[in-house]
């Protein structure tokens, strides 16, 4: 099939190549000409294990460009997929001028009397259907263009992102239109995963309730540390037992200091706005952003009630800035939220992190923050070090070593990565989230 990509960005790109991959014939277009330049010279723009591999591979079979041109690019796809950002705007709702700027465009760009299967991949709100439709007329002015349009969702996860593309639990398609539905079903046929075939409203519906969803369960077992702390109970003992239970599942009931992302934080205040939208108080998901923002914020205040609210002779050594594993992503991260919080008391940072240094950078600048070069730096006197990202290499430190390196032996660790009983018996002053301080993880 020839396949139009529209935004070339974590989904976009990795769905581009994968297309590919399969034996499609794609062409990706940005309208950032730095990102399009790089991409074709097999620099990445962005941290995904496998992905630079597989652009060459794909890019070498000729089976894959990238470019800025949109009139080409329209021309080429007969299934054109839009997975340009939906960022929050001012109010928390999705903003959708990216999605409906490529809508326009899409009609502006389509020959007469052609046919394209249009396909949001973008998270958009229930109900943005009708309005990309509207936008694909407009673009097309006076010109009678065939078109129907579908919704996509995706669900791949940042870090995991090729192998989620050819592995996906479901592949969710809407359409009103069966010629839409049985094109893209073809399209996934030979994957091992069930296809979802629905309305366009569910299939947009679906994404925001399954990532809600899942905000809700770290908001839920966040909630739970709470009381782990309160009653000398451990999380990951109550998380354990939880999650054996097949109808909960195991899987996001890790406490910590709250989720973060491009996506939940911004898909959960998405759907609860649509939600007043049609006039529906959701109050359970406005529950579930308050406890997220709590618990960050009660992380932050077990620093202050060790040392004060004036942090300014301090050294605080971090390990993590990627909103979470896998990833060179800081948007909307949590560990960047926190940095800024103990920078602004006064704090003298050094930061690592394995992949999100450079996208760091560009967040806190320089002002009071050094960037090392490995975990191992970053304990060199230090009065306390955080763990903010819950990278695996950060729990298989050699902290028996790293520790005598620190002025005091202090360690906050906001994704439970460590365990206390091991800390203990090194003499360490630990901080976990909702742990018992002699809670043994050995077994
Ligand atoms: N990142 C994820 O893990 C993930 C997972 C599932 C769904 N999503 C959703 O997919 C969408 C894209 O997310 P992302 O993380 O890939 O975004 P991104 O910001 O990484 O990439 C978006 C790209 O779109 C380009 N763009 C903007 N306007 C354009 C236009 N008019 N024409 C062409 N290109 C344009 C930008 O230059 C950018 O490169 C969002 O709706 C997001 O919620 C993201």
Same mark, same amino acid.
């Given at each position: 099939?020839?396949?139009?990509?529209?935004?070339?960005?974590?989904?976009?790109?990795?769905?581009?190549?994968?297309?590919?991959?399969? !034996?499609?014939?794609?062409?990706?277009?940005?309208?950032?000409?730095?990102?399009?330049? @790089?991409? @074709?010279?097999?620099?990445?723009?962005?941290?995904?294990?496998?992905?630079?591999?597989?652009?060459?591979?794909?890019?070498?079979? &000729?089976?894959?460009?990238?470019?800025?041109?949109?009139?080409?690019?329209?021309?080429?796809?007969?299934?054109?997929?839009?997975?340009?950002?939906?960022?929050?705007?001012?109010? !928390?709702?999705?903003?959708?001028?990216?999605?409906?700027?490529?809508?326009?465009?899409?009609?502006?760009?389509?020959?007469?009397?052609?046919?394209?299967?249009?396909?949001?991949?973008?998270?958009?709100? %229930?109900?943005?259907?009708?309005?990309?439709?509207?936008?694909?007329?407009?673009?097309?002015?006076? &010109?009678?263009?065939?078109?129907?349009?579908?919704?996509?969702?995706?669900?791949?996860?940042?870090?995991?992102?090729?192998?989620?593309?050819?592995?996906?639990?479901?592949?969710?398609?809407?359409?009103?239109?069966?010629?839409?539905?049985?094109?893209?079903?073809?399209?996934?046929?030979?994957?091992?995963?069930?296809?979802? &075939?629905?309305?366009?409203?569910?299939?947009?519906?679906?994404?925001?309730?399954?990532?809600?969803?899942?905000?809700?369960?770290?908001?839920?077992? @966040?909630?739970?540390?709470?009381?782990?702390?309160?009653?000398?109970?451990?999380?990951?003992?109550?998380?354990? !037992?939880?999650?054996?239970?097949?109808?909960?599942?195991?899987?996001?009931?890790?406490?910590?200091?709250?989720?973060?992302? =491009?996506?939940?934080?911004?898909?959960?205040?998405?759907?609860?706005?649509?939600?007043?939208?049609?006039?529906?108080?959701?109050?359970?998901?406005?529950?579930?952003?308050?406890?997220?923002?709590?618990?960050?914020?009660?992380?932050?205040?077990?620093?202050?009630?060790?040392?004060?609210?004036?942090?300014?002779?301090?050294?605080?050594?971090?390990?993590?800035?990627?909103?979470?594993?896998?990833?060179?992503?800081?948007?909307?991260?949590?560990?960047?939220?926190?940095?800024?919080?103990?920078?602004?008391?006064?704090?003298?940072?050094?930061?690592?992190?394995?992949?999100?240094?450079?996208? =760091?950078?560009?967040?806190?600048?320089?002002?009071?923050?050094?960037?090392?070069?490995?975990?191992?730096? %970053?304990?060199?006197?230090?009065?306390? %070090?955080?763990?903010?990202?819950?990278?695996?290499?950060?729990?298989?430190?050699?902290?028996?070593?790293?520790?005598?390196?620190?002025? =005091?032996?202090?360690?906050?660790?906001?994704?439970?990565?460590?365990?206390?009983?091991?800390?203990?018996?090194?003499?360490?002053?630990?901080?976990?989230?909702?742990?018992?301080?002699?809670?043994?993880?050995?077994?």
């Amino acid at each position: 099939m020839k396949i139009t990509i529209i935004g070339t960005g974590y989904v976009g790109l990795v769905s581009g190549a994968v297309f590919a991959d399969w !034996g499609h014939n794609v062409v990706c277009l940005d309208v950032d000409k730095k990102k399009v330049d @790089n991409i @074709n010279n097999g620099i990445m723009p962005i941290y995904e294990e496998g992905l630079e591999e597989l652009v060459k591979k794909v890019s070498g079979e &000729k089976r894959f460009i990238a470019t800025t041109d949109y009139r080409s690019a329209v021309e080429h796809g007969e299934l054109i997929f839009i997975c340009v950002g939906t960022p929050s705007n001012q109010a !928390g709702a999705a903003n959708l001028d990216y999605v409906f700027s490529a809508s326009e465009s899409i009609g502006k760009y389509t020959p007469e009397d052609d046919y394209k299967v249009v396909i949001t991949k973008s998270t958009v709100p %229930v109900g943005t259907h009708n309005k990309v439709r509207e936008h694909i007329k407009i673009g097309a002015g006076d &010109k009678k263009i065939k078109f129907d349009v579908a919704s996509n969702p995706e669900f791949l996860r940042e870090g995991t992102s090729i192998y989620d593309a050819n592995n996906t639990d479901r592949v969710v398609i809407g359409s009103d239109s069966e010629k839409a539905l049985s094109v893209l079903e073809d399209l996934y046929k030979h994957l091992d995963s069930p296809i979802v &075939k629905t309305d366009l409203a569910s299939a947009e519906l679906i994404k925001y309730a399954a990532n809600s969803f899942l905000a809700t369960k770290i908001s839920f077992i @966040n909630e739970i540390s709470q009381i782990c702390e309160r009653t000398g109970a451990d999380v990951k003992s109550v998380a354990l !037992g939880m999650g054996l239970d097949q109808r909960i599942g195991s899987r996001f009931l890790n406490a910590g200091i709250g989720y973060g992302g =491009s996506c939940f934080p911004k898909d959960v205040e998405a759907l609860y706005r649509t939600s007043s939208e049609y006039f529906y108080d959701f109050r359970l998901l406005r529950g579930v952003m308050d406890a997220n923002e709590r618990q960050r914020d009660y992380f932050v205040d077990k620093v202050f009630r060790k040392y004060g609210s004036n942090l300014s002779e301090l050294n605080f050594g971090v390990l993590g800035s990627a909103f979470k594993n896998g990833t060179d992503d800081t948007r909307k991260s949590v560990a960047i939220a926190v940095i800024r919080v103990l920078r602004g008391a006064g704090a003298n940072i050094k930061l690592y992190d394995p992949a999100a240094l450079e996208n =760091s950078k560009k967040e806190l600048g320089d002002d009071n923050i050094e960037y090392m070069n490995s975990s191992e730096e %970053v304990f060199d006197k230090s009065d306390s %070090v955080f763990i903010l990202t819950e990278w695996p290499e950060f729990a298989n430190l050699d902290y028996k070593d790293l520790v005598e390196k620190m002025n =005091s032996k202090v360690i906050f660790d906001g994704r439970n990565l460590l365990d206390p009983l091991e800390m203990k018996k090194l003499g360490v002053e630990y901080y976990g989230v909702g742990r018992k301080e002699d809670a043994d993880d050995t077994h």
